[in-house]
């Protein structure tokens, strides 16, 4: 069975915006941890190293992409606990994402989001974040990762549905 998706598409004034959001039964200090701490982000997305801070670049290897890479992320906002913005380097497409954390009925809410350029699959990268967010879930609880086969291309339809039926194509042209 399948993971549903709950991704959200919005337009905004510069675009759209692709939004999920996880509840998690864990601090938001502890979901910052998680977000933030090298040895933690390895075990759900991938290593970064480097000197952090708003304006600075830090080098990011997604360890749970096939094949692997690597990236420049420049920080563009960090606000502990709550918010982390940053621009993945042009081998992602340069990508600008948010996160937002907030307390939630005694845990808290990870929101991501992802805001989208033009050229962006959203029937690829929909379910690509609906994994890696499921993956923190696994991370935070210590179970083995969740596996991309559930989401890709499971969710590709749900997501080239909120973006008006375009799928992968987008990506290829």
Known sequence: MSPTPTGSLSATADGRDLELART?????EEVWAWLTEPDKT???????SGAPGVGRTVRFAMTFEEGGFESDVTILACEPP??????LGEEVGGWQLEVIVAEAGGGSTVTLLHHLD??????EVGPGWEYYLDNLLAALAGRSPVQFADYYP????????????AGSEAREA
């Open 154 to 165: 499971a969710q590709s339809s749900y997501y080239a549905g909120l973006d008006g039926g």
């Open 118 to 123: 033009d050229g962006a699959a959203l029937a």
């Open 82 to 87: 709550r918010h982390l913005a940053v621009e």
């Open 24 to 28: 998690l039964d864990v601090p938001v």
């Open 42 to 48: 390895a075990r759900w997305i991938g290593r970064w």
